[in-house]
């Protein structure tokens, strides 16, 4: 199926497709093509009635379509990041952490959170404080940070001590104090 298939047939639910025809339409697929795509395999992920493998390998295919939306974003997207955090972290603590694959450890989470935080958090909380007279930049940028921590009450219980948990759980205080 190619993203033209889809453009003649734009009431065509993807989430009746087969894992096939799915995966070859987010290789060829743009834009609010890909996010349709990645919800339809999300749903599949989701669906108890699948084996635990093929709930993973469907929630592969909603990174993939997630992460393809960055193809023609400039600079990284927090949503992009916030959907990707948020679905490993479901698959981790629905169907376990595999730390064979980077997508299912929660060592590897905590490493692509805190890479894609531009704040530690103590200049977070620094600028919590009086977040309301903050330039409307700053305070969206705070935002970011919330909802790209909004997994770690989750993911810290799958971490072991040390400087990684420690940082996550700083964070972890400092997320309610943010807009």
Not at 31 to 42: C, M, P
Not at 61 to 76: F, Q, V, Y
Not at 83 to 90: C, G, H, K, P, V
Request: proline share 5%.
């Amino acid at each position: 199926m190619s993203s033209d298939a889809y453009r003649e047939e734009p009431g065509h639910d993807l989430s009746t497709w087969t894992f096939d025809q799915l995966q070859t339409f987010i290789h060829d697929a743009h834009g609010q093509q890909l996010e349709t795509a990645r919800v339809a395999a999300q749903g599949h992920a989701y669906n108890s009635g699948h084996s635990q493998e093929t709930r993973r390998q469907w929630a592969k295919l909603s990174l993939l379509a997630n992460r393809r939306m960055l193809d023609n974003a400039e600079g990284p997207s927090a949503r992009v990041a916030h959907q990707d955090f948020t679905l490993r972290m479901w698959v981790i603590d629905r169907l376990g952490p595999d730390d064979t694959d980077p997508d299912w450890s929660p060592e590897a989470l905590a490493s692509d959170t805190l890479d894609a935080l531009t704040f530690t958090h103590t200049q977070a909380a620094g600028l919590a404080e009086g977040w309301r007279d903050l330039p409307i930049e700053q305070i969206r940028e705070l935002r970011r940070h919330k909802n790209l921590t909004a997994h770690l009450d989750s993911l810290v219980g799958y971490l072991e001590p040390g400087p990684v948990r420690g940082r996550l759980v700083a964070w972890t205080a400092i997320r309610q104090h943010l807009p």
